[in-house]
């Protein structure tokens, strides 16, 4: 059972637009939703994080999007740059009873700019 | 600014031999965890610890697997005897008690021929 699904698989972006990525998930239990970004050969990065008792967060150009009722969220890149160029993961959790709140990722965007 | 660190880098070995894999984590996080990332797909959970025990564990961690906290800085992955589908990039995370933010090392690229 796929937990938490990701879309689009890639995604390429002019410099300067917005890169938007989607995720849905279907346990009504999680209550943490972090995205990740990882560089090639390198270990996934915190990017930003929401929990569901907000619909959107913003930390300078990336914001998330949160609607519980539909049980999904996305990653708006505003002014994508080249360095941006990179896969995204959105993932979902929760931390109750004995569980130390495991991530379920999604399977990834991978994410190009062109300059 | 503290981070989780991972040796080796890269580590190639021949299937059905042990492997050891180390990590050392943030050092006032008290959660510590595996994941795995087979080439080109998702990040997947192996094993959560805290306070000297499993926490959780997937269906991925079978007896093949095993976890350590052998000092205080230290947390071991085991995989007793390899097989070629184990080839794969293994992440420590962790994170403190009052956060729910895990952060993940650079990873170990294992390879089992």
């Known amino acids: 059972q796929q937990q938490v699904k990701q879309s689009p698989q890639s995604l390429i972006v002019q410099k300067g637009g917005i890169s938007i990525i989607n995720c849905a998930y279907e346990n009504t239990a999680f209550d943490y939703f972090p995205w990740y970004q990882q560089f090639p050969g390198k270990g996934p990065a915190l990017l930003i994080a929401i929990r569901p008792d907000v619909s959107e967060k913003k930390e300078g150009r990336f914001t998330i999007s949160f609607n519980k009722s539909a049980k999904q969220f996305s990653l708006h890149i505003m002014d994508s740059q080249p360095g941006d160029s990179a896969t995204y993961f959105c993932?979902?959790?929760?931390?109750?009873?004995?569980?130390?709140?495991?991530?379920?990722f999604g399977r990834g965007t991978q994410l190009t700019v062109w300059p | 600014e503290p981070e989780v660190t991972q040796t080796p880098s890269h580590q190639v070995t021949q299937m059905g031999q042990e492997v050891i894999l180390r990590c050392v984590p943030i050092s006032n996080h008290l959660y510590f965890y595996w994941y795995r990332q087979i080439l080109g797909q998702k990040v997947e959970f192996l094993v959560s610890?805290?306070?000297?025990?499993?926490?959780?564990k997937s269906e991925i961690f079978d007896d093949q697997f095993s976890v350590e906290r052998p000092d205080g800085s230290n947390f071991t992955l085991k995989i007793r005897s390899t097989k070629l589908e184990d080839s794969a990039m293994y992440f420590c995370?962790?994170?403190?008690?009052?956060?729910?933010?895990?952060?993940f090392g650079p990873g170990t690229r294992l390879t089992v021929t």
């Open positions: 995370a962790s994170r403190d008690r009052d956060s729910y933010e895990q952060y």
């Open positions: 610890f805290y306070n000297n025990e499993i926490s959780e």
């Open positions: 993932a979902a959790s929760w931390a109750r009873g004995s569980t130390l709140g495991r991530l379920y």
